[in-house]
C-alpha cells in the first residue's frame, strides 16, 4: 500500500526563519512521482513541485528547496527566510507509475508564519 | 493558460437534497480526478476518468455518481446529501502523455445545513 506521512501537523515560525517540512513515504513501487502542494487560506491547491523516483537532484527554486532522499523514502521541503505569505498548509503527495494514476496526499502541515 | 474550472464554487444544501459539481478540464487534458477535503482533512481520492471511461475508484459513497462528457467535461453528482459530505470538493485534470502531472482546480466549496 501507499502512503504518505507528513508528522509536523502544525509549525509556528518567526519570519525569516527558515523551517524544513518533512515528508515521509512508503510503496513497493520503483517508479512514482512525489509532490508538494500548498494550500493558502483561500483554500485552492497550489502545485509547487513534482519529482520522479529516479531522480534524486536536489532542487533549489528561490526561497524553496527540496530534499529527495530514497535511501530513508523522504521529501522533505524547506523554506528559507520565511515570510508571512507562507502562511499555509503544505501537502506532501505521491502517486505511482503515471499521470492516469491518483495522487494520495498526505495529512499536511499547516505553517503559520508570524511577522 | 486555461486552468481547470469548477463551479459552483460555493453551493448551500439542505439534507436529503442533491447537488451537481461540473469540472472543466485544461484543453487537451484526456483524464479528470475528483477528490473531497474536509474540514482540517487532507484531500481524499473520489474517482476519476480517462477518455470518458472510470478509470480508478476511491472512497466514493455510493449516493455519488460522476461521469465525463463527450467535451470531457465531468459532472459530480451526490444525492441525499449529508452534514458530513460538507467539504471543498476539487477536480483535477492531467494528460497521460505528461506523466504524473495534476492540475487542480480551485475547488467547489459544498455547505449542507
Known amino acids: 500500500a501507499q502512503k504518505v506521512t507528513q508528522a509536523q501537523t502544525e509549525i509556528s515560525v518567526v519570519e525569516k526563519e527558515d523551517v524544513t517540512l518533512d515528508c515521509v513515504y512508503e510503496?513497493?513501487?520503483?517508479?512514482?512521482?512525489l509532490f508538494w502542494y500548498k494550500q493558502p487560506p483561500s483554500g485552492e491547491l497550489v502545485f509547487l513541485i513534482r519529482?520522479?523516483?529516479?531522480?534524486?537532484q536536489n532542487e533549489i527554486s528561490g526561497r524553496y528547496s527540496w530534499n529527495f532522499q530514497k535511501s530513508t523514502s523522504s521529501f522533505n521541503f524547506t523554506i528559507t527566510a520565511s515570510q508571512v505569505v507562507d502562511s499555509a498548509v503544505y501537502f506532501c503527495?505521491?502517486?505511482?507509475?503515471?499521470?492516469?494514476?491518483?495522487?494520495?496526499f498526505g495529512p499536511g502541515t499547516s505553517l503559520s508564519v508570524i511577522p | 493558460a486555461a486552468g481547470v474550472i469548477q463551479s459552483p464554487r460555493h453551493l448551500i444544501k439542505e439534507k436529503r437534497e442533491t447537488a451537481t459539481l461540473k469540472c472543466y478540464p485544461i484543453?487537451?487534458?484526456?483524464?479528470v480526478y475528483w477528490y473531497q477535503q474536509g474540514p482540517g482533512q487532507d484531500p481524499q481520492f473520489l474517482i476519476s476518468?480517462?477518455?470518458?471511461?472510470?478509470?480508478d475508484k476511491g472512497s466514493i459513497p455510493d449516493r455519488f455518481s460522476a461521469q465525463q462528457f463527450s467535451d470531457y467535461h465531468s459532472e459530480l453528482n451526490m444525492s441525499s446529501l449529508e452534514l458530513g459530505d460538507s467539504a471543498l470538493y476539487f477536480c483535477?485534470?492531467?494528460?497521460?502523455?505528461?506523466?504524473?502531472?495534476?492540475?487542480f482546480g480551485e475547488g467547489s466549496r459544498l455547505t449542507v445545513l
Open positions: 483535477a485534470s492531467s494528460a497521460r502523455s505528461n506523466t504524473g502531472e495534476l492540475f
Open positions: 510503496t513497493r513501487d520503483t517508479t512514482y512521482y
Open positions: 519529482r520522479n523516483s529516479f531522480d534524486e
Open positions: 503527495a505521491l502517486s505511482l507509475r503515471g499521470s492516469y494514476d491518483k495522487v494520495i
Open positions: 484543453p487537451r487534458h484526456d483524464t
Open positions: 476518468f480517462y477518455e470518458k471511461m472510470q478509470s
